[in-house]
């Protein structure tokens, strides 16, 4: 008789969706036959990384038979300067999702809940289900809301909070909404969770953020043992290829995440790639510039082609094409453009498209065009 392994592992598996990663550039150009696909769909920087984060990479590569170094002690001094936070309050892992999981391994469990609010990254679902604990979902804000329309609702997620949660996930910015929430909300709802309750604000976009009522939740460590926030190098540092991210918490926090984070992450060219970007204000700077110039390019192409569009503030916007998202998807796949569906957040008619350079932005806007025609 075979064995259905299946059967054999924990309910949260069983019943887990693995998360939909956005398709490889060589994976359409083999199906398509095609060649000069552009890929809009991650949210990646076009600009790559900083000269200097490459050159610091390359440098490493004579070494890496080696072991990276298991205490990441180069990066974190560096982010221990960044923020100014003693480096026992810093954990490292291979992209910031990673911490995420981190996160979910130590505190969560059957018995226990996360709560998380409606359209919030994928991820947060996912390693609470693989953890085994029990995911409470707050409705969002309404279509219909003046400013921040499918947006975090805090105080539903707040009355979600009971005697049995462990974590509530907050993205600041979301994604896929490009939402955000601003300093005097949140900071009251942080307050306002049980000091048991972990409060994990995951700021993947913090970079691209203008607006003044922003708050950037590192400076708030010291007044809330319970929070937890996390960054990566994925975004607007370029550097989503080789995993970088971390988590700022307490020290005690910092201790438990770090008893179950394997050893040797982030790998070595993570590493120094990661300090070198720190250290490259410029390219940051043109990274910020060129995505502001390519977000009005594309709002003002969705503008005219009659396309409603969640307000963002990060390096996306999440579009309503007017029909299911997914068929759009395949067609522009086959004009070499690769771009995201979002029907697996409950958003059947929308698309997430990322900023690439102007080039790429204007060729989407033709290839939408004539999809859509």
Known sequence: MAVRF????????RALRPYEAGKPIAEIEREFGLSGVIKLASNENPLGPS?????????????????????AFALKAALARKHGIAADRITVGSGSDHLLELVARAFLGPG??????????????????????????AEALPPSHPTQPYGHDLDAMLALVDATTRVVFIANPNNPTGTWLKRAALERFVA???PTTLVLVDEAYVEYVQEPEYPDCSKWLDRFPNLIVTRTFSKAYG??????????????????????RLAFNPNTLGQSGAVAALDDAEHLRRTLDANRAGMAQLAAGFDRLGLPRIPSVCNFHTVDVGRPGRDVFQALLREGVIVRPVDNYGLSNHLRISVGTEAQNARLLA???RVLA
């Open 112 to 137: 226990r809940s996360a709560v998380i609010s409606r359209y919030a990254f994928a991820i947060y679902a996912i390693v609470t289900q693989g953890a085994s604990a029990s995911l409470k979902v």
């Open 192 to 194: 306002a969770v049980p």
């Open 6 to 13: 299946i059967d054999h592992c924990c309910d949260g598996i």
């Open 51 to 71: 000269p200097k984060a490459l050159a610091a990479m390359r440098a490493e590569l004579d070494g890496i038979a080696l072991y990276p170094d298991g205490n």
């Open 367 to 369: 290839a939408l065009a």
């Open 239 to 260: 550097l989503a290829g080789v995993r970088v991210g971390y988590a700022l918490a307490s020290a005690e926090v910092t201790d438990l995440i770090n008893r179950v």
